[in-house]
């Protein structure tokens, strides 16, 4: 069973405020991952991590950082935020499958981010 | 084009009725997933495939990797299998997922 979290679920903000989006995962894997996903569309990857003090961005250009001190938590923030930031933001981390060498992805619940 | 495509990308379907979703791709891949999200819900992970077929409940996917094509069948479809089905791949060149468009599905009682 997978363990990972974020918080907050839902938050609605107003435009110019620094907000921070927390994900954690109690599994011990290095490789992680946020996506965002507007409704009804696509998972975009917007960052990831393969392990503490390494962070990259992805495919869709973000205006968003990410911090990787610990293992366990890679936060996500947005230092002013703007209606077009408004999407789901999904953080995921993956481990490789012994025996196989493909990785597997683990979702936490997602943040709902609403900008006003 | 795409790396990886999905068809249908809407599909409504009766309760009890047999169900199949595709999922075709490009690249060279060490597996393929089957995702499933629920409205305002996370993602869970259906399956995980690098070959052959695997079964879970009503649930089957199967991989023909010659053919980079998988599918996900639903048998005796229920409403409560709404979602949207989200086919991935890891591929051979990177860590990161790739993945379809999804396929949005509804069961109606």
């Known amino acids: 069973e997978a363990d990972i979290y974020q918080t907050p679920r839902y938050l609605v903000i107003g435009t110019g405020k620094k907000i921070t989006l927390e994900c954690s995962q109690t599994m011990g894997h290095d490789k992680m991952y946020w996506y965002q996903q507007d409704p009804g569309m696509e998972l975009h990857l917007i960052h990831y991590s393969y392990g503490v003090n390494s962070t990259e961005k992805g495919d869709l250009s973000s205006e968003s950082t990410v911090s990787r001190i610990r293992t366990e938590h890679f936060p996500l923030t947005l230092e002013s935020a703007r209606p077009s930031h408004t999407s789901q933001y999904l953080c995921a981390s993956s481990r490789q499958k012994p025996g196989t060498g493909a990785y597997e992805q683990y979702f936490g619940p997602g943040t709902r981010l609403t900008v006003t | 084009k795409n790396e990886v495509e999905q068809s249908p990308q809407n599909l409504t379907a009766q309760e009890g009725e047999f169900i199949t979703i595709n999922c075709s791709y490009s690249?060279?891949?060490?597996?393929l997933h089957w995702l499933q999200q629920h409205p305002g819900g996370g993602i869970v992970s259906l399956f995980m495939l690098s070959s052959g077929k695997k079964k879970h409940g009503r649930l089957i996917a199967t991989i023909n990797i010659q053919e980079k094509h998988s599918s996900l069948h639903i048998t005796a479809s229920h409403p409560r299998d709404s979602a949207v089905y989200i086919c991935?791949?890891?591929?051979?060149?990177?860590?990161?997922?790739?993945f379809g468009p999804g396929t949005r599905l509804s069961v109606l009682p």
């Open positions: 991935a791949v890891s591929p051979y060149y990177g860590q990161n997922f790739v």
């Open positions: 690249v060279g891949i060490s597996a």
